[in-house]
């Protein structure tokens, strides 16, 4: 018989203690019955500001948060629990409905605290905790807009979630006041030096600081706001977000009698026990021993601890307090804070680097021989907080101002990932000490980052760590090996650079002095596609069947064509943006029954035409090109299409023409041959019909311009395409692109789709942006030059095979018989079409 | 197509000149009775024949994998799911259970004959 556990809130640590029972109750001892107050399941709520922009809830919810196909999870939404009754065991909902329980875990959290200022509950007053905050301060922004044209917005609060919620407001084109009581911004985190320099960086950035100053009064004036300050500044605003810290949600706690802290929480013990014994708190709502903690991580270990004594029955884990470091990009800016960042310690020395053009400001706090790590504030630039917060507590590897030095060759990048103990924590988010990640690289035989982020969750949090896992390997002496195969040591992107350093144009000549032995189905491909992105560069364009190189093609390649299970072949025009005319479909209709195809729609918005024999093939593209059809390249590592959604031409809500962008984009880098295949769509609005965000490149379509977001992905390990630059106008957005994709294409692996090049690229998407919007390599010119040869060159490759009969006499089954069709190639008719037979095995002699 | 019967009762089969088949390639060709072969030119200029039928797939496409080698040894990926095939003996590379039938290949005044019992 199982036992109940009643979990109270679906936040993230919520999710967190669930997924944790259901992982490690393997009997199926308890039933789990979560009730959540929002209408939806958990979300990543540290990442609410990125919902600004998407307008997609979907994509912040939090892996497996609606406990699909599990029996013993039941999760009920929108119902928030309002009584507690600890005799009886039974807590009463909203709607009315008891739940009794045998365990029950308070995971309920914080709610936004909005200080008593005069007009505090005017409409267009809102706090920033949830979706529907947010849904709501878009709501009064849009409004503010219609009516005057243009909307103005303040956060009151200048700590992490202010300058949180001032990203959500500049994200959602507001130019946001920010008002904040201390006389510096994040006074919990930065010091005044710090604080400075981050007003200094954020000003930069269309945010108005009101530092030293607090709101003493909000009135209501002609339908908007208006903002006294004590400072004596006035504000005209249409809308006003309170962030001013948060305080837990302890009214349930407190009415059904259980003790709370002093400064409010449940009070728990080093096990998250609250004074009842089935009852735990965990999260912001729990005071361990006194104390909240209003960070994610200490959330995640205290569910971690609850899990364990009820479903491992392992009571031993205790709260060991919490590491409240932190390292965050708001509005762009680094900033990071760990230790003892206050010099609170006895005896402690502050050793500062401030370096006012460079825009960082670095601090060190040591003990006061000068030799152990003590803490630190960094802002500007906060690379080096992932070697220096695990040296918190420990003897530095060098006198603390050379580290600083931004001249330091010896400085901090020197300190290497040797020198932390295996203790140190290298994901903060899923506290991952560099023992774990060593064990698995030793014992577990990861031996790629990928395997080591699915085994131990390092850097599958913030990802900020990511740049430590190769490192690792390195240090624990596995090389990462990136030899193509037994013919070249080199990786795909060395070849690349060779190629376009040697200026080499055949396979042969690059596997004399290169490689070795004759090539085989990994490089052969490889390389053509290599020489086929490089060719207009060093002016060696050719048709990509021309000699040698037709031998280096798979298959799909070397007959245009994708080869299907029987030996048959599929034919895919070019349709962009997959805007056809009329006039065009007939041609297609036509010859799919004059050569007696089956025909489908595809994916991409264009018609797939099945069963040709490679006979065929010549005559059916001769009925093509002459209508006007070229090569879709389907059968290509190149793009395959562009999609588009109708956009603002016909559709009610469009407000950009995504068709029109998709088809320019489509016409542009058609025939672009890439390490895999590339994929694209425009979106005409934020309800992306065209699915913009599971694209290598997707665009969706703002009042302003266009959001370019890359490296999506569908297929079988979907991902969310990340958003590289917003509200751009069109040629901008095609110069990023251009520069984006030439940029994939000349680092990547062999076969490695856009995805998870982000994934293993170090630095990641922030890396990504530097390169290509900042320019920070210097080599966009490059790229874009690049780019310009490629649309300057191209030509249409089926017609390069029309007119040259020396390529048109590969089109043939049998050397010795042409025109003979190939007689295991048999057809059975299923729903009013041809399909293949499906082909036996024979005997094998 | 051409046949000629030799003393041992092996026919052999023209199947096109030397020249007809870019280096590193292969060819698809029909015998008397119906066999489909697939003829390859190696880098190192050895001709070689194996049946045509992909066994895993039971496609005839073999002439239309790429060649190359594996640790020396001539070969030709599968276009469908990619498994080599020794071109010498036919096996199959990767996976021990599988072969094509290999033909003896003879070449005269630069056209090549492929023959079969």
């Known amino acids: ?845 | 197509m051409t046949a000629v019967m030799d003393a041992g009762a092996t026919v052999w089969t023209e199947i096109c000149a030397v020249s007809r088949i870019p280096i590193a390639c292969g060819v698809g060709a029909l015998l008397p009775d119906g066999e489909q072969v697939a003829i390859f030119r190696t880098t190192d200029e050895e001709i070689l024949a194996i049946g045509n039928i992909d066994p895993i797939s039971g496609a005839a496409v073999l002439s239309r994998g790429i060649v190359g080698d594996a640790d020396g040894v001539p070969c030709v990926a599968s276009p469908i799911y990619k498994e080599r095939f020794d071109l010498r003996s036919g096996a199959c590379l990767d996976d021990p259970d599988m072969s094509v039938p290999t033909y003896p290949v003879r070449v005269e005044a630069g056209v090549i004959y492929v023959g079969s019992a």
């Open chain 1, 1 to 845: 018989m199982s036992r109940t556990l009643v979990v109270v809130g679906n936040g993230m640590v919520g999710h967190r203690l669930v997924e944790a029972v259901r992982a490690e109750d393997t009997a199926g001892a308890w039933r789990v019955v979560v009730l959540a107050e929002e209408p939806r399941p958990a979300y990543d709520r540290v990442g609410l500001s990125s919902y600004v922009g998407t307008w997609d809830a979907d994509t912040l919810t939090l892996a497996g948060s609606s406990y699909p196909d599990d029996d013993l999870v039941e999760l009920r939404l929108g119902d928030a629990v309002v009584a507690l009754d600890p005799d009886r065991k039974v807590v009463t909902t909203a709607s009315g409905f008891e739940q009794d329980y045998d365990a029950l875990v308070l995971a309920t959290g914080s709610y936004p605290f909005v200080p008593p200022v005069p007009g505090h509950d005017l409409p267009g007053c809102f706090v920033y905790r949830t979706i529907d905050d947010l849904d709501a301060i878009k709501a009064a922004a849009d409004h503010a807009r219609e009516v005057t044209g243009r909307a103005a917005g303040a956060v009151i609060g200048g700590g992490l979630l202010g300058l949180e919620a001032a990203k959500a407001l500049r994200d959602m084109g507001m130019s946001p006041h920010v008002i904040e009581m201390a006389p510096r911004l994040m006074p919990i985190q930065v010091d005044d030096g710090g604080g400075s320099l981050l007003k200094r960086l954020v000003e930069g950035l269309d945010v108005t600081v009101h530092a030293g100053t607090s709101t003493s009064e909000i009135g209501a004036d002609r339908g908007r706001l208006l903002a006294k300050l004590g400072n004596g500044t006035e504000l005209d605003l249409d809308l006003i977000v309170f962030s001013a810290g948060i305080r837990p949600r302890d009214e349930l706690a407190r009415t059904a009698g259980l003790d709370v802290g002093e400064r409010g929480g449940v009070l728990v013990d080093d096990k998250c026990q609250t004074s009842d014994p089935s009852i735990y708190a965990i999260g912001e709502v729990a005071a361990v021993d006194g104390t909240c903690y209003g960070l994610v991580a200490p959330g995640y270990t205290m569910a971690e601890i609850v899990a364990a004594q009820l479903a491992a029955g392992n009571g031993d884990a205790t709260f060991p307090g919490a590491d409240m470091s932190t390292k965050l990009k708001l509005l762009g800016v680094d900033v990071a804070s760990f230790g003892d960042a206050h010099a609170t310690t006895e005896g402690s020395l502050e050793v500062v680097v401030n370096d006012a053009v460079a825009g960082t400001y670095k601090k060190l706090v040591v003990s006061d021989d000068t030799r152990t790590l003590l803490g630190g504030v960094l802002v500007g630039d906060a690379s080096e907080y992932n070697t220096l917060r695990p040296l918190v507590g420990r003897e530095l590897p060098g006198d603390p101002a050379a580290i600083l030095s931004p001249a330091g060759e010896s400085g901090i990048g020197g300190i290497g990932i040797e020198a932390l103990p295996d203790e140190a924590q290298i994901c903060s988010c899923n506290n991952v000490t560099k023992g774990r990640i060593k064990h698995a690289i030793g014992e577990e035989g990861c031996d790629t980052v990928p395997k080591l982020k699915a085994c131990t969750s390092a850097g599958t949090g913030c990802g900020s760590c990511v740049t430590m896992l190769p490192k690792l390997l390195k240090s624990c002496g596995v090389e990462v090996s990136k030899s193509l195969c037994e013919h070249f040591s080199q990786s795909r992107a060395e070849l690349f650079e060779i190629v376009a350093a040697t200026r080499i144009t055949t396979f042969s000549e690059l596997i004399d002095r290169y490689g070795k032995g004759a090539g085989c189905a990994i490089c052969k491909p490889a390389v053509a596609s290599i020489l086929a992105s490089i060719a207009p560069v060093i002016g060696a364009d050719k048709h990509i069947l021309d000699g040698e190189q037709a031998t280096l093609q798979d298959t799909n390649d070397r007959f245009l064509a994708n080869m299907q299970r029987n030996g048959t072949y599929s034919v895919v025009p070019r349709v962009p943006g997959g805007e056809i005319t009329p006039d065009k479909l007939i041609v297609l209709g036509e010859v799919a029954k004059d050569f007696g195809l089956y025909t489908k729609i595809t994916g991409g918005q264009r018609i797939d035409l099945f069963g040709a024999t490679v006979d065929q093939l010549p005559h059916i593209w001769k009925r093509l090109v002459d209508a006007g059809f070229e090569s879709g390249h389907a059968y290509g590592k190149a793009l395959r299409t562009v999609k588009s959604c109708v956009g603002s031409t016909w559709c009610r809500y469009g407000v950009q023409d995504s068709v029109g962008m998709a088809v320019e984009l489509e016409l542009r880098y058609r025939g672009l041959r890439s390490p895999h295949k590339l994929k694209s769509a425009v979106s005409g609005c934020a309800r992306e019909c065209a699915e913009a965000r599971s694209k290598d490149f997707g665009i969706i379509a703002t009042e302003k311009g266009w959001n370019l977001y890359v490296c999506g992905n569908g297929g079988m390990t979907p991902r969310h395409a990340d958003l590289l630059a917003s509200d751009v106008d069109s040629e901008t957005l095609i110069r990023l692109i251009d520069r984006f994709l030439m940029f994939y294409i000349r680092t990547a692996d062999r076969l490695q789709r856009t995805a998870p090049w982000l994934e293993e690229l170090a630095g990641g998407l922030d890396h990504l942006r530097e390169v290509i919007v900042d320019d920070k390599l210097g080599i966009c010119d490059d790229l874009e030059a690049a780019m310009a040869k490629h649309v300057e060159n191209y030509a249409d490759e089926w017609q390069g095979v029309l007119a040259d009969p020396d390529k048109l006499a590969r089109f043939t089954s049998f050397v010795n018989a042409p025109g003979m069709p190939d007689p295991t190639i048999s057809f059975r008719e299923e729903r009013q079409q041809k399909v293949p037979v499906l082909l036996g095995i024979p005997e094998v002699k």
